[in-house]
Structure formats: structure tokens, C-alpha cells
């Protein structure tokens, strides 16, 4: 997860909240051997996400020293024009956990491509975020964030396996 959207004035809704699960599952990722991987969005020029930034920063850095891995990308989804699935069939990836911001963009996306290469996709319900869809005349009042990360999840369909807490989430090494 980038700096934008955990801290600071732009951040999510109950960024720290998020923060707190993220860390709980990287710890046990860690702890277990398993593989981490982290993404990295190269938004525009003048955007808070842009190459260089304070806000382009990832917010919990990776452990380079136990071969964690950033990959930069450009589009929502993690795996268009990356290396991620054969970094993770490589590893002996078969089942991976999706976290972080935005909800029905990147984590979506990303989750779907998962579930499309035949991984098995596990998703905390409380280890991704997003923004208020803002209101739009003739069209909707404000959709809460809650929400809208609710049915991001529901739009993957029933092959994903969406866990209460990210505490629940158990990882072993490939």
C-alpha cells in the first residue's frame, strides 16, 4: 500500500485500522516463509501516487533482505505486463491472500486475474479499502467506502474464499 492512501488527509476511511491488519498479515507471511510480494502503482504526473512522491512511497516497506519483492506497475491489475505470476508459480505459489487500497480497482483486478491463472485467491474482508463514492445528481447519494468494498468482493464471484478477519488467515511456504 502506497503512502497516498494510508496517510495523511488522503488517506482511506480508517486507514489505521487497515494498517493494523495489513501488519498482522505480513508478520505471519513472514514469520511462516511464505511469499510476499508487494505492488507498486506508477500513477500520472501530478497525481499522489506518482513515481518519485512522498505519496508513491510504499507505506509498509519490504523486507529486500528475506527476498521480498516490489513490483511497479501501471494499470490496476498486478499481473498485466508484470512478472507476478511466474515470480509466484516459480516460488511454488499455489494459494495467495490480496490486501491494500482500492478495493474495486487494484485488489479487485488483481484478485481476478488470481482466480483466471488458477490460483487459489483468499480475501480478508478487513485487510482492503477504499474511498466514499461521492454523490452523483439524478444518480445516487454518497456510497460508503464499506460498501463499496463489499461488493467488489461480491463481483469475484464464489471462487474466492473471503475470510471475516485477516487474522484468520494461516500462510505456509510454498
Given at each position: 500500500m502506497?503512502?497516498?492512501?494510508?496517510?495523511?488527509d488522503g488517506a482511506v476511511p480508517d486507514a489505521e485500522r487497515?494498517?493494523?491488519?495489513?501488519?498482522?498479515?505480513l508478520a505471519r507471511a513472514r514469520e511462516s516463509g511464505a511469499v510476499v510480494?508487494?505492488?507498486q502503482n506508477d500513477g500520472e504526473p501530478g497525481t499522489s501516487d506518482e513515481p518519485g512522491t512522498p505519496g508513491w512511497e510504499i507505506h509498509l516497506p519490504a523486507d529486500?533482505?528475506?527476498?521480498?519483492?516490489?513490483l511497479r506497475k501501471t494499470v490496476d491489475d498486478g499481473f498485466e505486463d508484470s512478472p507476478?505470476?511466474?515470480?509466484?508459480?516459480?516460488a511454488g505459489v499455489r494459494e495467495?491472500?490480496?490486501c491494500g487500497v482500492m478495493s474495486e480497482m487494484c485488489v479487485r483486478a488483481t484478485a481476478s486475474t488470481a482466480l483466471e491463472l488458477g490460483f487459489r485467491v483468499v480475501l480478508p474482508h478487513d485487510a482492503h479499502a477504499t474511498y466514499d463514492i461521492p454523490a452523483a445528481e439524478g444518480i445516487s447519494d454518497v456510497v460508503?467506502?464499506?460498501?463499496v468494498s463489499r461488493v467488489a468482493e461480491w463481483t469475484l464471484g464464489d471462487e474466492v474464499e473471503i475470510v471475516p478477519r485477516a487474522a484468520d488467515?494461516?500462510?505456509?511456504?510454498?
Open positions: 502506497q503512502t497516498a492512501f494510508v496517510g495523511g487497515l494498517l493494523d491488519r495489513v501488519r498482522g498479515l510480494v508487494q505492488l529486500t533482505d528475506r527476498g521480498e519483492v516490489v507476478l505470476a511466474s515470480l509466484l508459480r516459480d495467495i491472500a490480496v460508503p467506502a464499506a460498501t488467515v494461516v500462510f505456509t511456504k510454498p
